[in-house]
C-alpha cells in the first residue's frame, strides 16, 4: 500500500531563518506531488505541484520554493522566512493515472517569530 | 476567489440528530472529492463522485453529486461525537492536476 510521510511535525523558527519541509512517498512510482498551505481551520491553498523530476509548478508568487530531486521526494524550502510564512503546510500525492484524487501527508505546523 | 462554496461554514448540533453540508460551484467538475480533517492533521478522502446524479453510502454518510455536476451534498445520519471535524469538497477540472478547494464546513457534535 501506499504511505506519504512528510517531517518535520512542528517547527519553530525566527525570521530571516532558512527553511526545509521534506515529503516522501513509498509504494508507488511518478506519482503526482503537491504543497499546500491552510490557514486556521480552512480551506488549502495550492503552492506548488509536480508531475516529475525536476518539474515544479508554482501557483501563488511567494517566499517559497519546491524541488523533486527524486521520483517520490518533494521538498518545500525558503531562504529567508516571513512571519506570513507561518502556517500548517501539507505534503499531498496523487497516482498518475487518477490524477483527480489526492492524498494528504499528516501536516507540518510552521512558526516563523 | 474560492470556485467552491461551503455551507454552512459552522454547524453544531446533538448526538443523533442529521445533518447535512453543501458544497456549490458555477463550475463543471470532472470530478468531486470529500474529506474530513481533524485538528492538527492532514485531510483524509471519505469518497469521489464522478458521475452526474451519482449517490454514494459510506455506513451513515451519504454523498450525492449534482446532475449538472457543479455541486454536492454530504448527509450524515445519526451523527455521532467522532464526526466532528472539518469536511472539505474539493472539485477537479478534466485534464488538470490541480484540485479546488472549498474553505470548509466545521461541524461540531455535542455528546
Known amino acids: 500500500s501506499q504511505t506519504i510521510h512528510q517531517w518535520p511535525a512542528t517547527l519553530v523558527q525566527p525570521v530571516g531563518s532558512p527553511l526545509s519541509l521534506e515529503c516522501t512517498v513509498e509504494g508507488t512510482s511518478n506519482p503526482n506531488l503537491y504543497w499546500y498551505r491552510q490557514a486556521a481551520g480552512r480551506g488549502l491553498q495550492l503552492l506548488f505541484y509536480s508531475v516529475g523530476i525536476g518539474q515544479i509548478s508554482s501557483e501563488v508568487p511567494q517566499n517559497l520554493s519546491a524541488s523533486r530531486p527524486q521520483d517520490r521526494q518533494f521538498i518545500l524550502s525558503s531562504k529567508k522566512l516571513l512571519l506570513s510564512d507561518s502556517g500548517f503546510y501539507l505534503c499531498?500525492?496523487?497516482?498518475?493515472?487518477?490524477?483527480?484524487?489526492?492524498?494528504f501527508g499528516e501536516g507540518s505546523w510552521l512558526t516563523v517569530v | 476567489t474560492q470556485l467552491l462554496e461551503q455551507s454552512p461554514q459552522f454547524l453544531s448540533i446533538q448526538e443523533g440528530e442529521n445533518l447535512t453540508v453543501y458544497c456549490n460551484s458555477s463550475s463543471v467538475f470532472s470530478s468531486l472529492q470529500w474529506y474530513r480533517q481533524e485538528p492538527g492533521e492532514g485531510p483524509v478522502l471519505l469518497v469521489t463522485?464522478?458521475?452526474?446524479?451519482e449517490v454514494k453510502k459510506l455506513k451513515r454518510l451519504t454523498f450525492q453529486f449534482g446532475d449538472a455536476r457543479k455541486d454536492s451534498s454530504l448527509h450524515i445520519t445519526a451523527a455521532q461525537p467522532g464526526d466532528t471535524g472539518l469536511y472539505l469538497c474539493a472539485g477537479a477540472y478534466r485534464n488538470d492536476y490541480k484540485l479546488s478547494f472549498g474553505a470548509g464546513t466545521t461541524v461540531t457534535v455535542r455528546a
Open positions: 463522485v464522478v458521475t452526474g446524479g
Open positions: 499531498a500525492w496523487s497516482p498518475d493515472r487518477a490524477r483527480n484524487t489526492i492524498y
